[in-house]
């Protein structure tokens, strides 16, 4: 799915915070690495201030948390979930 995504010329983009930010850099990493699909990793804070607002249709935003509660990161699914990706 990632693979058809970025040859679509569609953006991928795992957001997380703290250790699981940590985790997202090295899947990004081995993404890259192994299969060519470039991902863009960030935490919250910084994805709503570069890439909120370029969103397209089809991109794919991938949210990455230990607990699920992540308030941050939450508000970051549900906006995107509103503006339809």
């Given at each position: ?54 969103l397209k249709k ?28």
């Amino acid at each position: 799915m990632l693979k058809k995504a970025k040859e679509k010329g569609h953006h991928i983009y795992m957001v997380a915070s703290g250790t699981s930010h940590h985790s997202s850099l090295v899947s990004a990493s081995y993404f890259n690495y192994l299969n060519g699909v470039s991902i863009i990793p960030a935490n919250p804070g910084m994805f709503r201030s570069f890439y909120l607002s370029s969103l397209k249709k089809n991109d794919i935003v991938i949210g990455i948390s230990q607990s699920g509660e992540t308030k941050d990161l939450v508000d970051i699914l549900l906006i995107s979930k509103a503006m339809n990706f």
